[in-house]
């Protein structure tokens, strides 16, 4: 079956404890990108990458790492995560860009007490 | 500067018709999508379009309009499951993908 998968889906973690958030996808696409989801702020990208080792930044980056070292699999990394960084996270893929059909994961709750 | 606006919350009953509107001021437009997301999903495509026009697809219709940065969903005959967020989104520069704040529709009996 085709599927972007992400885990954990739910995390509680305290500030400054390190985390990361994988994700992956068989559907050999070259797109994949990180969104947060917030009350009232809607989705927001946070990193994209077009290819294997090419990152970029999306609209809200701070706090947060990427690395794309293989086409399948988009980790995101929290290195100090902090109280303002809980929210509901969506890791997505498409083909080849953003002009195609993005396939999202289920979404990580992540809370920072 | 990039901005996408779209209205907060709308109410239809069933069999109705809602026409979502969504209008936007971003540079390096390359296409707008639409996108479904019910409540504790995942968001899911429902159309993209490039070209000035209307594109149809069953019950839902989206059209665009490049020149006034403008853009509505059409939904017709409405169920309850339409009942749901409704997300605009823009391809700018072919690279990032720009999303509006979402609008959540209740659909009633």
């Known amino acids: 079956e085709a599927q972007v998968t992400q885990n954990p889906r739910y995390l509680i973690t305290v500030t400054g404890k390190k985390l990361t958030v994988t994700c992956s996808q068989n559907m050999n696409h070259e797109y994949m990108s990180w969104y947060r989801q917030d009350p009232g702020l809607g989705l927001r990208q946070i990193y994209y990458s077009m290819n294997v080792e090419v990152t970029d930044k999306g609209d809200v980056p701070e706090g947060y790492k990427v690395s794309r070292k293989e086409k399948r699999n988009f980790p995101l990394i929290l290195e100090s995560p902090s109280p303002n960084q809980t929210s509901l996270y969506f890791c997505?893929?498409?083909?080849?860009?953003?002009?195609?059909?993005?396939?999202f994961g289920p979404g990580t709750r992540l809370t920072v007490t | 500067g990039q901005n996408i606006d779209q209205p907060t919350e709308m109410t239809a009953t069933e069999g109705a018709i809602v026409q979502i509107n969504c209008t936007y001021q971003t540079s390096g437009f390359n296409g707008l999508f639409w996108y479904q997301q019910h409540a504790g999903e995942a968001p899911t495509f429902l159309s993209y379009?490039?070209?000035?026009g209307l594109e149809e697809k069953g019950r839902f219709s989206s059209f665009l309009s490049r020149s006034k940065g403008y853009s509505y969903l059409l939904l017709k005959e409405l169920q309850m499951k339409d009942s749901a967020s409704y997300l605009c989104?823009?391809?700018?520069?072919?690279?990032?993908?720009?999303f509006g704040k979402g609008t959540t529709l209740s659909v009633s009996s």
């Open positions: 997505a893929s498409s083909a080849d860009g953003p002009e195609y059909e993005q396939y």
């Open positions: 379009n490039v070209l000035d």
């Open positions: 989104a823009v391809n700018q520069a072919g690279t990032a993908l720009i």
